[in-house]
C-alpha cells in the first residue's frame, strides 16, 4: 500500500523560502520517479519539478533558478526547496510517484497512472 505525505508547507511573505517534504512508504523502485505537481483553485494542476532514481531532475520554466528538488532515497523521502517565493507560486503542492515516463517529462499523471499525496498548502503574500 503506497503512501504520500507531505509537510512543510505554511505562509510566507514574497521573497521567502519554504522547504516542503514528502515521506514516501509502501513501494518498490523499478521504474518509478518522483515529483511535486500544484493546483491553485480555478487553475489546472501542473508538473513543478521531478526527480529521477539517478538524481537527473527537471523543472517548469517558472521555477527554474528558484526551486530546487531532492530526494533521500535511503529514507523515502522527497523535498523541494523553495526560495524568492512569489504569489503565483502559491497552491496546493502534491508530492506524485509514478512511472517516469509519465511524470518525468512533467505532465500531470492521473490517479491511475501514479501515486499523489493529500497535499500541502503554501501561501505566498
Known amino acids: 500500500h503506497v503512501q504520500l505525505v507531505e509537510s512543510g508547507g505554511g505562509s510566507v511573505q514574497a521573497g521567502g523560502s519554504l522547504r516542503p517534504s514528502c515521506a514516501a512508504s509502501g513501494y518498490t523502485f523499478g521504474t518509478y520517479c518522483m515529483g511535486w505537481f500544484r493546483q491553485d483553485p480555478g487553475k489546472e494542476r501542473e508538473g513543478v519539478a521531478v526527480?529521477?532514481?539517478?538524481?537527473?531532475?527537471a523543472y517548469a520554466d517558472s521555477v527554474k533558478g528558484r526551486f530546487t528538488i531532492s530526494q533521500d532515497i535511503a529514507n523515502n523521502a522527497l523535498y523541494l526547496e523553495m526560495n524568492d517565493l512569489k504569489p503565483e507560486d502559491s497552491a496546493m503542492y502534491y508530492c506524485?510517484?509514478?512511472?517516469?515516463?509519465?511524470?518525468?517529462?512533467?505532465?500531470?499523471?492521473?490517479?491511475?497512472?501514479?501515486?499523489w499525496g493529500p497535499g500541502t498548502q503554501v501561501t505566498v503574500s
Open positions: 526527480i529521477d532514481r539517478d538524481g537527473t531532475t
Open positions: 506524485v510517484l509514478g512511472d517516469k515516463r509519465i511524470v518525468f517529462p512533467l505532465k500531470v499523471p492521473t490517479t491511475m497512472e501514479a501515486y
